[in-house]
């Protein structure tokens, strides 16, 4: 078992009144194997719930388990290590970076983690080899270099640190289609490669219906669906989530309602255009 939150409930403190973001909340995360999509309505918690994944927010009431380490932690326990356990990348990461080359920036992770100089350069080489940062660019400033080069030398920094589980917040935000389906398909090679948990905000529920195989729903702070992506979208209380469905299943709702297509769930494009070619042939 990874992560393990057992009636978890987070308030942020205000001069007058305090502000609950999470409430009750119950719920275990796999160390390996798992690909979770967290989505819910601006507000709903979601952020909040994975920065308690790392210890950078403790639990205002309910206990956290985090690869053993009680949260809130004991009187003077160290919990720093839990941050290279469970890798947090921030939505815009790339304005993290600060260093005076990309191999410095991804780098500084491992080193800070207490690895040497040799370990942390070849921990950083071989995340930026896994996200596609080519060697010849090492040496270049990393202001230098394109929107979405950055964001993966940023990821790079993470991944240096070698994370367990490794949590993206809305990693797509702000990128072209193309960014998108390249960023995201390197998220799942790391995640079949690797059989490391990845952990997904998002939006976006194209990328859900794509990718995920576990989703989250938090509604005000509460965990209200926890389940298949299959289960999400069939649910037959699927409207009371306030959730858009992903465009290959509006496509095919449509095409059933003005066509006669027969409706079968298909969660991704390729999925999509291969169905409607069968379908045409019949």
């Known amino acids: ?9 987070f308030a942020y403190r205000g001069l007058r ?17 798992e690909f979770i999509a967290i989505v819910g309505h601006t507000g709903s918690g979601k952020s909040t719930l994975v920065q308690h994944m790392n210890a950078l927010l403790l639990p205002s009431s309910g206990t956290l388990n985090v690869f053993s380490q009680q949260l809130p932690p004991k009187k003077k326990e160290k919990i720093n290590f839990l941050r290279q356990k469970v890798g947090l990348v ?12 990309i191999l410095k920036d991804i780098m500084f992770g491992p080193k800070n983690f207490k690895s040497t100089e040799e370990e942390a350069k070849e921990k950083a080489m071989k995340a930026a080899e896994v996200v596609g940062i080519d060697a010849s660019l090492y040496e270049q400033s990393p202001f230098r270099i394109s929107g979405g080069q950055m964001r993966r030398v940023a ?41 490391k ?74 999925s999509l255009l291969s169905y409607l070619k069968e379908v045409s042939h019949e």
Do not use: C, W
């Not at 009144?17 to 194997?33: F, R, S």
């Open 155 to 195: 990821i790079a920094g993470i991944l240096a640190m070698e994370p367990e589980i490794l949590v993206l917040d809305e990693p797509t935000r702000g990128l072209d289609p193309k960014g998108r389906k390249d960023l995201m398909d390197m998220f799942k090679g790391i995640h079949e490669n690797d059989n």
């Open 90 to 101: 921030f939505q815009f990461p790339e304005y993290q970076l600060f260093e005076e080359t």
């Open 197 to 270: 948990t990845i952990i997904m905000i998002t939006h976006d529920m194209d990328l859900v219906s794509e990718y995920a195989k576990r989703v989250i729903v938090l509604d005000q702070g509460h965990l209200v669906f926890d389940g298949t992506k299959e289960a999400l979208f069939e649910h037959p209380a699927f409207e009371s989530f306030h959730l858009d469905l992903p465009t290959p299943l509006k496509i095919l709702k449509h095409l059933e309602k003005t066509a006669g297509i027969p409706y079968k769930p298909v969660y991704d494009y390729t």
């Open 1 to 9: 078992m990874g992560i393990q939150f057992n009636d978890v409930s």
């Open 17 to 33: 009144v305090n502000y609950d973001a999470i409430g009750h909340i119950n719920l275990t995360i796999e160390a390996k194997g």
